[in-house]
């Protein structure tokens, strides 16, 4: 039997330090989780020699990993949910460490597949979870700017990566040394239990609806789809869908495109996409600080910036340094949806949390046929009118954002933790 409300632990009373502990560890969970699934990406050439692959089955190992993703997304959302967002943080840091270091064994294309599915499987329960456990131990006016931290240690995690390969490399040591960095969130997943506060007995900074801190039915999804939030559920995952399917459309080709339309030289396609890199970082701060301001629906301007910069992107005869000034305000105009999570989780009870936050890795779905879409129209119609199917996307995809319920006041005061 559980103890009543008024014996739980209340968020507003743990001192700050004890909220940043929290937080700190969660982030270097975080790290992890990123370094991990951007192997696929970093890591492919060297993966694709090993293992003997053709393209085809290279290229096959990021749409495996989205699907277990998506498929750990739903699911572990939802055990988060009924046995603790804490609890769950141990198991799926145990679960993508051990999946990092199962591509030291992997000897084969089917072993890959199975490697891929897993790995993405706890991946994709780290976004959900992460959501969970920081909107409870923070207060909706600070959440944005928290949810830009965390985007912000992805890209850290990304650009770790990325200079630890260059150095394992330059050292002339085995490319292999980067998988042994799943033992970090193995050895670490149990000091969850004293560093994360139980969010079983714990309620939220903006309190509790119907004085549940977990969900209690058997499929918490089911009641993202009660009657009065279907409607809201369906345009979020529509939203995610096309925000997935606008950055497969650009994004996804930009290479390509500069390197073949564009004529760009390899060495300024890499300053290009780094500028845009650096500008999701700092652009997860700044529109964190603004959807805590001034509310979560004005970050859908984002998506409008985005639309208004691809068209001169692909279009307008601007020299490479222009393109490199246009990469890095695409990328801050990007990241407007590092609020997501925080959002999602405030539409819906505190018990859904994380299975509300889960609803940002269903739109995978529709990036995963995005390259099946655009390549044969690609073919047909070249690269950029092809990739300009962006720019509608993310304008519809602001639409129904904006159409969308507002979960934070505008205030005029400072904020506070």
């Given at each position: 039997?559980?103890?009543?409300?008024?014996?739980?632990?209340?968020?507003?009373?743990?001192?700050?330090?004890?909220?940043?502990?929290?937080?700190?560890?969660?982030?270097?969970?975080?790290?992890?989780y990123?370094?991990s699934?951007?192997t696929?990406?970093?890591?492919?050439?060297?993966?694709?020699?090993?293992?003997?692959?053709?393209?085809t089955?290279?290229?096959?190992?990021?749409?495996?990993?989205?699907?277990?993703?998506?498929v750990?997304?739903?699911?572990?959302?939802?055990?988060?949910?009924?046995?603790?967002?804490?609890n769950?943080?141990?198991?799926?840091?145990?679960?993508?460490?051990?999946?990092l270091l199962?591509?030291?064994?992997?000897?084969?294309?089917?072993?890959?597949v199975?490697?891929?599915?897993?790995?993405?499987?706890?991946?994709?329960s780290m976004?959900?979870?992460?959501?969970?456990?920081?909107?409870?131990?923070?207060?909706?006016?600070?959440?944005?700017?928290?949810?830009?931290?965390?985007?912000?240690?992805?890209?850290?995690a990304v650009?770790a990566?990325?200079?630890?390969?260059?150095?394992?490399?330059?050292?002339?040591?085995?490319?292999?040394?980067?998988?042994?960095?799943?033992?970090v969130?193995i050895a670490?997943?149990?000091?969850?239990?004293?560093?994360v506060?139980?969010?079983?007995r714990?309620?939220?900074m903006?309190?509790?609806?119907?004085?549940?801190?977990?969900?209690?039915?058997?499929l918490?999804?089911?009641?993202?789809?009660?009657?009065?939030?279907?409607r809201?559920?369906?345009?979020?995952?529509?939203?995610?869908?096309?925000?997935?399917?606008?950055?497969?459309?650009?994004?996804?080709?930009?290479?390509t495109f500069l390197?073949t339309?564009?004529g760009?030289?390899d060495?300024?396609v890499?300053?290009?996409?780094g500028?845009?890199?650096?500008?999701s970082?700092?652009?997860?701060?700044?529109?964190?600080?603004?959807?805590?301001?001034y509310?979560?629906?004005?970050?859908?301007s984002?998506?409008?910036?985005?639309?208004?910069?691809i068209?001169?992107?692909l279009?307008?005869?601007v020299?490479?340094?222009?393109?490199?000034?246009?990469?890095?305000?695409y990328?801050?105009?990007?990241a407007?949806?590092?609020?997501?999570g925080?959002?999602?989780?405030?539409?819906?009870?505190?018990h859904?949390?994380?299975?509300?936050?889960?609803?940002?890795?269903?739109?995978?779905?529709?990036?995963?046929t995005?390259?099946?879409i655009t390549?044969?129209?690609?073919q047909a119609?070249?690269?950029?009118?092809?990739?300009?199917?962006?720019?509608?996307?993310?304008?519809?995809?602001?639409a129904?954002?904006?159409?969308?319920?507002?979960?934070?006041?505008?205030?005029?005061a400072?904020?506070t933790?």
């Open positions: 039997m559980k103890p009543p409300v008024q014996d739980w632990l209340r968020a507003d009373e743990l001192g700050l330090p004890r909220r940043a502990l929290a937080l700190g560890f969660l982030l270097v969970a975080y790290f992890f990123a370094w699934w951007n696929i990406d970093i890591l492919r050439p060297y993966i694709k020699e090993s293992l003997n692959l053709s393209l089955e290279s290229g096959s190992a990021y749409t495996l990993q989205s699907i277990g993703a998506l750990g997304a739903v699911i572990m959302g939802q055990v988060a949910d009924k046995i603790g967002r804490r769950a943080l141990v198991i799926t840091m145990i679960g993508f460490g051990s999946g199962g591509a030291l064994v992997v000897n084969d294309f089917t072993g890959l199975v490697q891929r599915l897993f790995l993405g499987f706890f991946m994709g976004f959900p979870i992460a959501v969970g456990i920081y909107s409870g131990l923070f207060a909706r006016d600070v959440r944005g700017r928290i949810a830009g931290i965390v985007f912000c240690t992805y890209n850290l650009s990566l990325g200079f630890v390969s260059a150095a394992v490399f330059r050292a002339g040591m085995d490319w292999q040394l980067m998988l042994w960095a799943g033992v969130p670490l997943a149990f000091l969850a239990l004293a560093l506060p139980d969010d079983r714990l309620v939220p903006d309190g509790m609806v119907g004085g549940q801190a977990t969900a209690s039915s058997t918490p999804v089911m009641e993202l789809f009660q009657p009065g939030v279907r809201q559920t369906i345009f979020l995952a529509l939203m995610s869908g096309l925000n997935f399917f606008a950055y497969q459309a650009f994004t996804g080709w930009a290479t390197r339309e564009r760009v030289p060495t300024a890499g300053d290009i996409l500028w845009q890199f650096v500008g970082a700092l652009g997860a701060l700044c529109w964190g600080w603004i959807s805590d301001r509310g979560r629906r004005v970050a859908a984002g998506f409008v910036g985005c639309a208004v910069l068209p001169i992107y279009f307008a005869p020299t490479v340094q222009t393109l490199e000034f246009i990469g890095f305000m990328g801050i105009a990007l407007c949806s590092a609020i997501w925080p959002w999602m989780s405030e539409l819906y009870p505190s859904l949390r994380s299975t509300a936050a889960s609803i940002f890795n269903w739109g995978r779905v529709i990036s995963m995005a390259p099946l390549a044969p129209l690609a119609y070249g690269l950029a009118p092809v990739m300009s199917l962006a720019a509608v996307a993310f304008l519809v995809a602001a129904v954002w904006w159409s969308l319920p507002e979960t934070v006041k505008r205030r005029q400072s904020p933790a």
